[in-house]
């Protein structure tokens, strides 16, 4: 492993790439708010707090954001699952890990396709078991979850029993505000068709279960740990659109919590400082491994939400910033490799 003061530098170097705030979304407030409370780099808390999960042990991960449900559930966005798949991919590699994917059923497929290619065989729990024992494949668990609250709250308590995990991993995942609706960055309600995760995430922080969370607009879950920053300075983050009387808001919090214009940039810089930590070139998020995810996403359905067509623009990021981050990263953690 590379010196303290080496990684810490990179660490550093990863977070304000990533944070630089070419949406208009009031990121760097959030940032700034999340780096006083966390005292240190979010990144480089992330990836300590990933790479400390023990040999062989469980990762519970979230993501995806079904979009415009009152037209079809079956559409998702495409910021969230490569970001996931890239965090999924690194932690099988540096830990050994079970990593156990949640989602709505009606984008498991889009997803699940997006891990494989990330080089994740999808698996069913017990078979994750045996490859884990013989570390003879790379694989990924795909279960949905509930959409409506009364579910959700109980799969909750069924999947901390049944899974046991030593952490819990969520990157653009959408929470409930305060009057229990899930809003876009428009201040719109979101909640149709939406899989009431962040429950699960609740009772894990209830139960000292470490979460990490990755969000780039303070309607994510983790958000609630910044709450008065996303209602001081995110649009709509006081006051939505739809009539509820809150803003946009999550309430759900999180141990630690790592801010990006992008989320899915958030985990890219995360898998470097993890790569970087291992000395492991294997677990970057790479160029190559970017654009494939890209065109994955694409011939799966996946739609930059921002301008609502299915293409290879990311938040409204066309296709060479994010292949450019992907670089930069591996670019800044280089002298740790």
């Known amino acids: ?15 304000q790439l990533v944070n630089i705030d070419m949406g208009e979304r009031g990121v760097e407030h959030l940032f700034e708010a999340a780096r006083a409370l966390e005292g240190r780099s979010l990144v480089g808390a992330a990836a300590d707090a990933l790479m400390a999960v023990p040999e062989g042990g469980t990762v519970v991960l979230t993501t995806g954001s079904v979009s415009r449900a009152w037209i079809t559930p079956d559409l998702g966005e495409n910021d969230g699952p490569s970001g996931a798949a890239a965090i999924a991919r690194a ?10 994917m ?11 396709n997006t891990c494989q290619a990330a080089g994740l065989f999808p698996v069913t729990v017990e078979q994750a078991a045996i490859a884990k024992a013989d570390k003879s494949l790379a694989t990924i668990v795909m279960l949905p979850y509930a959409t409506d609250d009364a579910d959700g709250k109980a799969q909750a308590e069924t999947l901390l029993a049944k899974l046991n995990p030593d952490l819990l991993f969520s990157t ?7 009057f229990g609706v899930y809003h876009s960055m428009r201040g719109i309600d979101y909640g149709m068709g939406r899989a009431r995760v962040d429950f699960l995430f609740d009772l894990a922080l209830e139960r000292g279960i470490p979460v990490v969370a990755v969000g780039d607009g303070g309607n994510e879950i983790g958000m609630g740990k910044v709450a008065d920053h996303v209602k001081a300075h995110v649009p709509y983050g006081d006051t939505c659109q739809c009539g509820c009387g809150g803003g946009i808001g999550a309430v759900t919090g999180c141990d630690v919590l790592v801010t990006a214009a992008c989320s899915n940039w958030g985990c890219t810089a995360i898998a470097a400082a993890m790569a970087a930590r291992a000395g492991n070139a294997k677990l970057l998020h790479t160029p190559n491994r ?20 299915v293409d290879d623009s990311v938040d409204g990021f066309p296709r060479q910033s994010h ?3 992907a670089e930069l990263c591996r670019t800044i953690v280089s002298r740790a490799l």
Request: charged content about 20%; aromatic content about 0%; proline content about 2%.
């Open 290 to 309: 970017e654009t494939l995810l890209l065109d994955t996403m694409v011939s799966n359905g996946l739609i930059n939400s921002t301008h609502g067509i």
């Open 172 to 178: 653009e995942r959408v929470g409930r505000n305060e």
């Open 1 to 15: 492993m590379a010196d303290t003061a080496l990684i810490t530098r990179l660490d550093n170097r990863l977070e």
């Open 323 to 325: 292949v450019a981050v």
């Open 91 to 100: 932690l099988v590699l540096a830990r050994n890990v079970t990593c156990v």
């Open 102 to 112: 949640l989602c709505e059923e009606t984008l498991l497929p889009a997803i699940q």
